[in-house]
């Protein structure tokens, strides 16, 4: 057939593809050199081009978006993932419209915060959805000028607001009110306090405040020291100049910054203004230029008050003084009154708030209504009118009842305006005592409150006249140095012999060389001569009083307290703190301190010395089997032991429970130290008599060298502790000198315990499951829970090598916790998904066992997950069991009280008493793998299997054989009566889903 393809064909076809190659050239050089981020995002929602824009913008380039569909979204801010996503949920294939003007916050490779303006819109070709094309305009300038016009625009209001109220408001306080508020409210402030300072000039109150309303404005009163202004919390700032606020108080309530400006009045500091806001950076130049206006304003203002109040005050001022002039009789706080033939001719206010009467209900009526009782009232008027003819003015102290019944004691000061009659009218000045008196009652009380507390306080008292040389002392004062009253003539030069001569040349220099000291007030501590020859400890303070024209001292008077308890008390805890109760031996202390010394002196001497770090070997076995005190003793022999082969100028210190420390100063060597250490080794290898016990116990030691292994304290005592960690590593009862490895070895034991403390709360713990099977049905039995460990570096860690670490580091009771209440969970969960496992077996370890809140632990979890306690199954190791055997089944009866079946788990490698084995709750006996491997290699292996199933069998337990590998192994234990069956056989530990998907269809309902 010939070809359709023509010259002319072929020529327009390449013409058509040129312009298409050039179009698209057009579209890529606009696109690449475009300062926008544009992209093409494909139907699969992944990048088809992103422009190079983007790394100018982003700090990422085109291809990490291409690779990762998810990495613009994953850039923005947190605050704007809302938005994005609403944005997304919009932009669907079907939308023909264009989505613009999306401003959104990405972060930037660099940390920047950067403003994007993003628009978008699909793209359609012959109908097809070809994905969305969109572009990402940087718009931070934009953005950040627009805050900067509105920050602006926020100064030029909040100025304008103040001026405009200093020029309307006439009222001073309402002025300093309405300020804060616009500098809160307007300025954008956080709070603002105008604080002025009391009529005398000294400490600041606050006069007005805008802030958090939970704060409470006294709480944040300054005080002025100098040009600092100093806050309550502590905060100190000079003034006029921003500071940070650093405390927790301020910034519980989002304030960071503060700033205070004085208010003046002629040059003389009248208050302070104070602008409170949210952090430092909001203090900016411009802030702080407006705030210093305001507070320039504001200080005239106040000026402006005061001039007009002063003018107001001298326009007015013969006013107000006739207004004083009229009014004194009634303002006056004394009662005042006029008295004619025994009538209120008229009365002051006072006389009425006194009494609680009206001025009407008093004028006009006689004076018998205002006294307490007919007796008084004649006695008073005989007493004070035979006065007033004789003298013409009388006081006198009587008793007034008030309206309200209440009896008041009153001052009254009486003259006549004529003595010789009397009629004409007496003038009484009245005073309301009763407060007075009942102070002096109270006073008088005080005295005799002192006296006791005085007798309570154990004190000893002295009054030393100097110029009479006479000294007077109470019983106490006596008493506390053995004498009884009247036993001694006291004299300076008597109680100057009975001052220890250690102390006398202070207490001579305090209480007799330098008068000023006695007449300020001493206090110190010195020792006298008890009667029995013994030294007394006495607390003296003492006071010295003049009343010579030329201020020298001529009377002390003191007090004595007994600190000889205290003193022996403080000696008592000065040695606590340096020294072990138990051995006395130096503790970590004093240990640390003579070894600053003696690195000290070894630097300059340029000797050696030598750390050796010794640890008892298994000493909490012996204070588990023996007791606590059986411990003790066998420490305090050894440390005894110790102590009388040290060398002299060496330090034996104990340090630990079971741990000493001694210290090699004399020159020190490898040699010697390893003598030292091999001797010390055979001193606690010596038997030593406990009761009827006799004991002896081995030592591992760790060694280290100055100035080989380090040159501070810190470093070699840290040494000395790597080399006796693998002293006891390499089985005990040895000494190590430190290498560096040590250190990096025991860094990584460190590092690992430290991360397994948090594998729990980072998800990182897993448990997988490993089913048990029926030997005569095939079916599930059963599952054991087992613990796995996924460090994020590290990977999957052997539960061989971290259990013992959780177990050392006593975590292993949280993990273990963890590990059955997700069990419990999983069971709950397969449930749901249709498939029933009948049981799931967890293991206890001891520390779970040994502690009280075990049963209330299981108890919880099987009620929070649902589970029935019987399809929960705990095993216990042989020694666990035999460890506390009272205790232990106890707890295990509480268990199963709950519905738990219990296993014992590792049979055959423990030390059971099988008479005790009988009494335990038990449900399954589980046969260790180790004799599971000798089936068919050892006759002797199957032959213990044959009696370990007997055994359960006889006692009515289940028997389930760990470890099975081989088909041969299996066939046995059917054979043998064994029920289950666990091990690689069947599977080894998976994870939960693939228990689901294995188990799922051959599964039995439940």
């Not at 926008?36 to 913008?57: H, K, T």
């Not at 008041?408 to 009245?430: E, P, Q, R």
Request: glycine share 8%; hydrophobic share 40%; proline share 4%.
């Amino acid at each position: 057939m010939p070809n359709p393809t023509t010259p002319r064909h072929e020529a327009a076809l390449a013409e058509a593809t040129q312009r298409l190659e050039d179009s698209e050239l057009r579209y890529r050089i606009i696109a690449d050199h475009s300062p926008d981020w544009e992209y093409w995002l494909g139907p699969d929602q992944r990048y088809i081009y992103v422009s190079p824009a983007c790394e100018a913008i982003s700090g990422y380039p085109p291809e990490a978006f291409l690779r990762d569909a998810h990495l613009f979204c994953n850039l923005l801010h947190a605050d704007d993932h809302v938005a994005w996503h609403a944005h997304l949920e919009h932009a669907e294939p079907d939308d023909h419209h264009t989505h613009g003007n999306l401003l959104l916050r990405l972060i930037a490779r660099d940390g920047q915060v950067k403003w994007l303006e993003h628009q978008c819109g699909p793209v359609f070709h012959a109908g097809d959805f070809l994905g969305r094309r969109g572009v990402n305009r940087d718009v931070t300038r934009r953005v950040q000028a627009e805050a900067e016009a509105r920050h602006a625009s926020r100064l030029l209001i909040t100025l304008s607001e103040v001026n405009q109220c200093i020029t309307r408001e006439q009222n001073e306080t309402t002025l300093i009110e309405r300020i804060c508020r616009i500098a809160v409210e307007t300025g954008g402030l956080k709070a603002c306090q105008v604080a002025l300072r009391d009529e005398d000039g000294g400490a600041f109150r606050c006069h007005a405040w805008a802030g958090p309303g939970e704060v409470r404005p006294d709480d944040w009163l300054p005080a002025l020291e100098g040009d600092q202004v100093v806050l309550p919390m502590g905060a100190r700032q000079r003034l006029s100049e921003p500071s940070a606020l650093a405390s927790a108080a301020p910034r519980a309530h989002g304030i960071g910054a503060v700033i205070h400006y004085p208010l003046l009045r002629e040059g003389q500091i009248l208050g302070l203004i104070g602008f409170f806001a949210d952090s430092l950076e909001n203090l900016r130049q411009d802030v702080l230029d407006l705030l210093r206006e305001m507070a320039g304003d504001l200080s005239f203002a106040l000026e402006g008050f005061r001039h007009r109040r002063q003018e107001f005050e001298a326009r007015y001022k013969l006013a107000d003084r006739e207004a004083y002039l009229r009014t004194m009789m009634q303002t006056l706080p004394l009662g005042i009154g006029v008295i004619v033939g025994r009538v209120f001719s008229e009365v002051n206010q006072g006389v009425c708030r006194m009494l609680g009467y009206s001025a009407e209900a008093l004028l006009g009526q006689s004076t018998r209504m205002v006294y307490a009782d007919d007796a008084e009232y004649q006695r008073v008027g005989r007493e004070k009118y035979a006065d007033l003819v004789r003298t013409g003015r009388i006081a006198i102290e009587t008793r007034w009842r008030r309206q309200d019944g209440e009896i008041i004691d009153v001052n009254l000061i009486s003259s006549a305006f004529d003595a010789g009659d009397l009629n004409k009218g007496v003038v009484f000045a009245v005073e309301d005592i009763s407060q007075r008196k009942r102070a002096d009652a109270a006073l008088s009380k005080a005295r005799q409150q002192l006296e006791l507390a005085i007798e309570a306080a154990d004190l000893g008292i002295y009054d030393y006249d100097l110029r009479s040389s006479q000294i007077t002392l109470n019983e106490r004062y006596l008493g506390m140095l053995g004498y009884a009253p009247g036993e001694l003539d006291f004299t300076q030069t008597l109680w100057l012999s009975m001052i220890h001569p250690d102390d006398l040349p202070v207490v001579s220099a305090t209480l007799l060389e330098d008068p000023s000291l006695p007449l300020a007030g001493v206090e110190l501590e010195y020792r006298m001569r008890h009667k029995s020859g013994a030294w007394v400890w006495l607390l003296d303070r003492a006071k010295g009083f003049s009343d010579a024209p030329d201020g020298g001292l001529t009377r002390v008077v003191g007090t004595h307290m007994d600190l000889t308890a205290r003193k022996q008390t403080e000696e008592r805890l000065d040695f606590l703190s340096h020294y072990d109760t138990l051995t006395h031996l130096p503790n970590r202390d004093l240990l640390r301190d003579r070894l600053e010394h003696a690195l000290q002196r070894v630097r300059r001497e340029g000797e050696q010395l030598a750390v050796l770090m010794i640890d008892l070997d298994r000493f909490k076995t012996i204070n588990e089997s023996l007791g606590h005190s059986a411990g003790d003793q066998l420490l305090k022999v050894l440390a005894s032991r110790m102590q009388r082969q040290m060398r002299g100028g060496d330090t034996l210190a104990r340090v630990g429970g079971d741990e000493f420390i001694l210290l090699l100063e004399n020159d020190a060597s490898a040699l010697s130290a390893s003598q030292v250490a091999r001797k010390w080794q055979a001193l606690c290898a010596q038997p030593v008599k406990l009761g009827d016990s006799e004991l002896a116990v081995t030592a591992s030691i760790g060694i280290s060298l100055f100035p080989e292994d380090g040159d501070s304290a810190d470093d070699l005592l840290r040494h000395a502790d790597a080399a006796l960690y693998r002293a006891k590593g390499q089985g005990r009862n040895t000494y190590q000198f430190y290498e560096q490895q040590m250190t990096a070895g025991a860094f990584e034991h460190l590092l690992l315990e430290n991360a397994l403390r948090g594998a729990v709360s980072r998800d990182e713990l897993r448990v997988h499951y490993q089913p048990q099977i029926d030997f005569i049905s095939g079916e599930l039995s059963g599952v054991e829970a087992l613990v796995r460990w996924r460090h994020p570096e590290l990977g999957l860690i052997a539960p061989s090598r971290f259990i013992p670490l959780a177990e050392e580091a006593g975590i292993i009771g949280a993990i273990g916790e963890w590990v059955l209440r997700a069990a419990c969970r999983q069971m709950v969960a397969w449930d749901k998904a249709g498939l029933h496992v009948p049981c799931v077996a967890v293991n206890l370890s001891v520390r779970q066992i040994e502690r009280a809140t075990l049963v209330p632990m299981v108890a919880e979890v099987l009620a929070a997950s649902g589970l029935a306690g019987s399809r929960l199954e705990l095993e216990v190791t042989e020694s666990m069991i035999m460890r506390d055997t009272d205790q232990t089944l106890a707890i295990l009866r509480e268990l199963r009280e709950l519905g738990v079946k219990l296993a014992i788990d590792d049979f055959g490698t423990g030390y059971s008493s099988l008479s005790y084995l009988k009494r335990l709750p038990m449900h399954r006996l589980k046969i260790d793998q180790s004799f599971v491997r000798d089936i068919g290699h050892d006759s002797n292996g199957e032959a213990i299997v044959r009696a370990i199933i007997a055994l359960g069998r006889g006692l009515g337990l289940e028997i389930v054989a760990e470890g099975v590998e081989l088909r041969d192994q299996a066939d046995f234990l059917r054979d043998a009566a064994c029920d289950i069956g666990q091990g690689y056989l069947y599977s080894r530990p998976i994870e939960a889903s693939e228990i689901l998907r294995q188990w799922a269809v051959v599964s039995p309902p439940p």
